[in-house]
């Protein structure tokens, strides 16, 4: 029994710190690709404003003939490529 718990003592502590650093490894990666994936999506819409933006300051008988509706509504689907 004593020999058990000899062995337990020396290499719980070990086993624990290795288990706890990959748990918290993995955590960190998760988190980083969630941000990345924030990051992409905020530079797509900041791009697509700007596109709306650009589309909706075009005085009317300069915007592409492919603008059907007027509004907000003919410049995102403009800038979605519809």
């Given at each position: 029994m004593s020999k058990t718990r000899d062995l337990l003592n020396a290499h719980l502590l070990p086993l624990l710190a290795t288990v706890s650093t990959g748990t918290?490894?993995?955590?960190?990666?998760?988190?980083?690709?969630?941000?990345?994936?924030?990051?992409?999506?905020?530079?797509?819409?900041?791009?697509?404003?700007?596109?709306?933006?650009?589309?909706?300051?075009?005085?009317?008988?300069?915007?592409?003939g492919s603008i059907e509706l007027n509004g907000m509504a003919g410049a995102v689907r403009y800038c979605n490529g519809g």
């Open positions: 918290l490894v993995g955590i960190l990666l998760i988190v980083d690709a969630g941000l990345s994936n924030l990051a992409q999506n905020s530079q797509q819409a900041k791009n697509h404003n700007a596109c709306v933006y650009t589309i909706m300051n075009i005085p009317a008988n300069q915007r592409p």
